[in-house]
């Protein structure tokens, strides 16, 4: 449900923003629409960045829970706006609760999923936030002809808010937080009941035994990612989310709705529709690899596919071929893209992360992680179109083909393997190992 609102609210603002800028006296004002949907960034930025000392104080369950007071008040009071104020207000809340709900979910379910279900567990987060995109995407279609339909869309919004603040409710706290905590006897009904009574006693014993080497104490403290082997985690972490962002995935995402309309989809609904379909499609082919094929071949995998659809798109784009040939090129290398992000890059990115990084700085290094998505993301954003308008089209995506390989390559030599393997066991491995191959 998390992810759901991550998608919704990342679609909901696209076709409607015309209408609320109409509405509200800013239509025309460039400026203005590029901060109702920016000014989300900024605050997820921001929810990213206090979230790992958030739920390093009071869980991931209670801090699901309060993060969705941000989430509702900020879609009901876009909804009820009546000036660009109260927009931008709202969404830099929905942003805030957005950006503490990135790094939230992902840490849950590593610390909760057993171990042969982990990955596959992580990925429900990529088909979550693909069904919130559709799912604007449809109740979006009345925009198009009743301009205050927007405000419904919004409304909305606020739905899966209260959902998730019930139904965390009746979920468990993760094991591992109650045990750096000291409540042993919470985290043994836990793991029983999640992961069997034969798993106790030797769950527990993994738990204290990374504890106790650490000498732990709840207080984790940003200093500590400079520190071995936190600063590993963290420079993949966020090298990986870098990465993520240089290769295109949102330029794609801007012009496919122009790619569609070269072969005569006009619809833009319709056509991120399809764009949905396909990243929805791939979400679905992650689930199913992910504990098979392991966490580093699909990287690899992705980024390579990423790669060589960004060359034919940029191919389509510059050839003198017959038009409706690179018409339909286009629609293939767009179309690859996105199914090769969403096998890899996009899911297992957040994945590999928490697992990756130690259980008493797992909230900080994940927050680190996605403020870095979240600075790039919003970077990206910035300048893409004043580089499309000096260097052309061709350019930048093989600027992103590029990006996309090196992105191939580090994943390769960089990456360890974490399929099959405890969050205890991987941590213990790096504490006396570099970041390297593993077969």
């Not at 660009?84 to 909760?112: H, M």
Request: hydrophobic share 50%.
């Amino acid at each position: 449900m998390a992810n759901f609102l991550f998608g919704y609210h990342i679609g909901v603002m696209n076709g409607p923003i015309v209408s609320v800028a109409r509405e509200l006296g800013f239509e025309g004002s460039t400026i203005l629409e590029g901060l109702v949907v920016s000014i989300f960034i900024v605050g997820a930025f921001i929810g990213s960045f206090i979230s790992g000392s958030v739920v390093d104080k009071f869980g991931c369950r209670r801090t699901l829970q309060i993060d969705t007071i941000p989430l509702i008040i900020g879609a009901i009071l876009s909804a009820q706006a009546h000036s660009v104020d109260e927009v931008l207000w709202g969404r830099f809340l929905v942003g805030l609760g957005i950006g503490l709900n990135t790094v939230l979910v992902p840490i849950y379910i590593s610390e909760v999923a057993p171990t042969k279900y982990r990955g596959s567990l992580g990925s429900l987060c990529q088909i979550g936030t693909c069904l919130g995109i559709i799912a604007s995407l449809f109740i979006g279609i009345p925009s198009e002809n009743d301009p205050h339909w927007w405000r419904t869309m919004l409304y909305v919004a606020s739905i899966p808010g209260f959902i998730l603040t019930i139904g965390m409710q009746f979920a468990v706290e993760s094991p591992r937080w109650l045990c750096k905590m000291g409540r042993l006897d919470d985290a043994k009904v836990v793991v029983s009941n999640l992961w069997g009574p034969t798993e106790v006693d030797k769950a527990i014993e993994e738990f204290q035994s990374v504890f106790t080497s650490t000498e732990v104490d709840t207080d984790a403290k940003w200093s500590e990612l400079f520190q071995e082997p936190n600063y590993k985690a963290a420079l993949i972490g966020g090298a990986l989310f870098l990465l993520q962002q240089f290769a295109g995935i949102n330029g794609v995402l801007y012009f496919s709705s122009l790619t569609f309309q070269d072969v005569g989809i006009t619809s833009a609904a319709l056509a991120s529709l399809c764009v949905g379909v396909i990243n929805f499609a791939g979400a679905l082919s992650a689930l199913y690899l992910i504990d098979k094929q392991g966490r580093r071949r699909l990287l690899t995998g992705s980024y390579l596919g990423m790669a060589i659809s960004m060359c034919l798109i940029a191919y389509a784009v510059a050839s003198p071929s017959d038009e409706d040939f690179r018409n339909n090129l286009s629609i293939i290398g767009t179309l690859g893209y996105i199914y090769s992000f969403a096998i890899g890059a996009g899911p297992v990115t957040g994945i590999i992360i928490p697992e990756l990084s130690s259980s008493r700085m797992r909230g900080k290094i994940m927050s680190f992680s996605f403020s870095v998505h979240w600075v790039c993301n919003f970077m990206v954003g910035l300048f893409f179109l004043e580089l499309v308008r000096i260097f052309g089209v061709a350019p930048i995506y093989l600027g992103f083909g590029v990006v996309s390989l090196v992105s191939a390559a580090f994943c390769y030599f960089f990456i360890v393997e974490t399929k099959g393997r405890s969050l205890e066991e991987i941590e213990m491995s790096l504490r006396s190992e570099l970041p390297g191959r593993e077969n």
